[in-house]
């Protein structure tokens, strides 16, 4: 059984969503692929995944990094699975490039090159935001480019971990993958 609850953040309401051992979604409302995985049926209910999932949110919209992560259960390809790993290292505060993970996945490989726009469709798909940081990834130029839960969150998130801005823009076109 899938479970979901709801958590209103400073930016939005957030839907969570857990298959009972682990999160396995976590959306802003009208956020692009909004629960995209999610059965019709499903049942509202607070289970003890959920309930750590807002304890971590409680704590990462209070402006502080959470010491610990709930179990997370992350479902897409491998390739997908590997950027979304790479994801959960960006440091709090910080920002990477979409060209960098795929320079490091490439190494980490054994590969020549991985495609950043590869990267991007991965980072674009992932179904646990702001737990699995999205948010942190740039364009190589500093663009604040791509954030399916929309680009003023992208900046709300980025100030709430007091990343340093100088030389990140608002692209005047969206990017979003």
């Known amino acids: 059984m899938i479970y979901t609850n709801y958590y209103n953040s400073p930016i939005g309401r957030i839907t969570m969503a857990s298959e009972g051992t682990a999160l396995i979604g976590l959306w802003f409302e009208g956020q692009k692929y909004f629960s995209g995985h999610l059965p019709a049926e499903h049942m509202e209910q607070e289970t003890p995944i959920l309930a750590e999932a807002k304890r971590w949110l409680d704590i990462y919209f209070a402006g502080s990094q959470p010491d610990f992560f709930p179990p997370l259960h992350l479902t897409g390809s491998a390739f997908r699975q ?16 979409y060209g960098e993970i795929a320079r490091q996945l490439a190494k980490k490989r054994g ?38 839960g929309g680009m ?19 692209p005047k076109k969206s990017t979003a993958p």
């Open 111 to 148: 590969l020549a090159r991985v495609s950043a726009q590869a990267v991007g469709g991965a980072v674009g798909h992932n179904e646990i935001s702001v737990i699995i940081p999205c948010h942190r990834v740039v364009g190589t130029n500093g663009s604040l480019t791509g954030y399916a």
């Open 152 to 170: 003023d969150r992208k900046v709300r998130l980025l100030e709430l971990e007091h990343t340093d801005m100088t030389g990140l823009f608002v």
């Open 82 to 97: 590997s950027v979304w790993e790479m994801l959960l290292q960006i440091p709090y505060g910080q920002t990477t490039t």
